[in-house]
């Protein structure tokens, strides 16, 4: 059961990075002076390094499993965390984005990898609505928690945070 709360709560904060740009726009434009096309670059950078991602995480999931896949590549989020919290430039900001992303990639099929493998067919689709209701409520933690945490310890001080507990769930 713990390895099913860690999974769920490594999709949750997968969501969380997702969509946490949108709240820190306002706080990343004013401070780096972001145009337009930098502020979809920034957003859209996750996104596509996710995709582009996608079959060779596959092939690393086969080949290695997805305890070993996933616990890498969540350490790269907190990595990724780490460089766009610390981000001096614009690129740097993009990098620890694109390196999220890649993180990310692997949190929600590692997680039906393993549900398929360690639980009865009968309690598959259960535990994917599971994973999903739990994972999805991160996109609701990038709002107004992730709000008040900004205001509270600013935006560096919040993706910081959530680099530290992003490792302890890798």
């Known amino acids: 059961m713990a390895m099913v709360a860690i999974l769920c709560f490594a999709f949750l904060i997968s969501q969380f990075y997702r969509a946490s740009i949108g709240v820190l726009t306002p706080s990343l434009m004013e401070e780096f002076a ?10 859209g950078v996750y996104f596509l390094v996710f995709a ?10 086969d080949r290695y ?16 965390a780490v460089i766009f919290s610390f981000a001096q430039t614009p690129a740097q900001l993009v990098a620890g ?9 692997t949190c929600l099929m590692g997680t039906l990898i393993i549900f398929s493998r360690w639980l009865p067919p009968e309690r598959f689709p259960l535990m994917v609505a599971i994973a999903s209701g739990v994972g999805g409520s ?30 302890l769930i890798a």
Do not use: D, H
């Open 34 to 43: 972001l145009s337009a096309n930098l502020l979809g670059t920034l957003g």
């Open 52 to 61: 582009v991602a996608q079959i060779p995480c596959g092939v690393l999931l």
């Open 65 to 80: 499993g997805p305890r070993k896949v996933n616990s890498l590549l969540f350490s790269l989020v907190a990595l990724g």
């Open 97 to 105: 984005r694109g390196i999220i992303g890649l993180g990310c990639a």
């Open 138 to 167: 991160g996109a609701l933690v990038a709002t107004v928690p992730l709000a008040w945490a900004e205001s509270w310890i600013g935006w560096r001080g919040a993706i910081l945070c959530m680099a530290g507990l992003t490792s």
